[in-house]
């Protein structure tokens, strides 16, 4: 098969790339290289199935021509993370929103099959213990920017439903819980890199707010699995999913963990969101997936478990330097 994936470069794109290639697929990658790089296909740069075009998905003149020869598409270039929605809202906007409709737009005349990668933000300041696809969504006001990245990936949603139900084309949305593994950075604010790469030198670990809010991290191999098994499977077609692991921590015990894990000398110390974010920036305290949807679909759950997660993090930053 032929698969096209925007934000190839990216985290989580050049796993998929990878995972795909192996499995004797063709890959065509768009990236920006806003915060993907080149680097992150470094290990299948030379493989003939891969083709790599440097663009950005707003403007590029050939998006339609590479949607139509492609069997399906991976829409995962966005502007990520809750410190870059927080300093650039504008970019996050207009990049997930018009991104996605011109993806959208690119797919239709050639019917081709579309992945969303939307995320686990879109339950806003829900307090469900688990979160479930069909949840009603409490995003918070328009006046705290936090929230553009929620609504901009929400509308990402519903116009890939309205493509799916107006106009019969096969659209599928995973919702991405928390995940991690090597590759990501943590410049963006993506709390595990942060935490093992300051442990591994010995620096203070900086937890936001009292550490109380906890989260859920889902190892990227399992991810690009859970995509790939619903992008294969008939009866995911115009429908979303949670994809993520469902073992919960707190920040605070998962500073812990990752200082002890890594015989680490770090401190943890404890910022206040205004210092890390800006005045009012809200957190949610829980972020735990209901999984049983993918699982009844595909047969999928996450196999690392925390531990494995952490080593993984730590392997590929003792390597990087
Ligand atoms: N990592 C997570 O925990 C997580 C959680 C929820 C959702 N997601 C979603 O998964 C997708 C991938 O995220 P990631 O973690 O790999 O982040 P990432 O920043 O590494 O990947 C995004 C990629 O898109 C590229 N990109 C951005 N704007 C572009 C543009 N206009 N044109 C072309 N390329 C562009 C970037 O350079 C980057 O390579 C995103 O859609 C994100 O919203 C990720």
Request: proline share 3%; hydrophobic share 35%; aromatic share 8%.
């Amino acid at each position: 098969m032929k698969y096209l994936i925007t934000g190839g470069a990216g985290f989580i794109g050049s796993h998929l790339a990878e995972s795909l290639l192996k499995d004797g697929h063709s890959v065509t990658v768009i990236d920006d290289y806003s915060t993907g790089s080149p680097e992150n296909l470094a290990a299948v740069r030379t493989n003939p199935r891969l083709d790599v075009v440097e663009g950005d998905i707003l403007n590029l003149p050939e998006l339609e021509y590479l949607i139509t020869k492609s069997d399906m598409v991976f829409h995962l270039a966005a502007a990520v993370g809750v410190e870059l929605v927080v300093h650039d809202p504008v970019r996050t906007i207009v990049t997930n929103v018009h991104g996605t409709e011109r993806v959208l737009r690119g797919a239709e005349r050639s019917h081709t099959k579309v992945l969303i990668a939307s995320t686990s933000e879109v339950y806003g300041k829900s307090e469900k213990e688990k979160f479930n696809e069909d949840d009603d969504l409490l995003i918070g006001p328009s006046t705290n920017c936090r929230w553009s990245y929620a609504c901009s990936k929400l509308l990402d949603e519903f116009f890939g439903m309205a493509y799916f139900r107006a106009k019969k084309m096969p659209i599928i949305i995973v919702r991405l819980f928390n995940t991690v593994g090597p590759r990501q950075t943590g410049r963006y604010g993506m709390v595990l890199p942060r935490f093992v790469s300051k442990a591994l030198k010995n620096e203070s670990l900086q937890v936001y707010g009292d550490g109380e809010q906890s989260r859920c991290f889902c190892h990227v191999n399992d991810t690009v699995r859970g995509i790939c098994g619903l992008a294969g499977s008939s009866k995911a077609v115009g429908k979303v999913f949670n994809i993520g692991n469902t073992e919960e921590i707190s920040i605070n015990a998962l500073a812990e963990r990752v200082v002890k894990r890594l015989k680490s000398k770090s401190r943890i110390v404890h910022i206040p969101y205004e210092k890390a974010y800006e005045s009012g920036f809200e957190d949610m305290m829980r972020r735990l997936p209901d999984i049983s949807k993918i699982d009844r679909t595909t047969g999928w759950k996450p196999a690392y478990n925390l531990n494995q997660i952490i080593d993984s993090v730590a392997e590929y930053f003792r390597k990087k330097k």
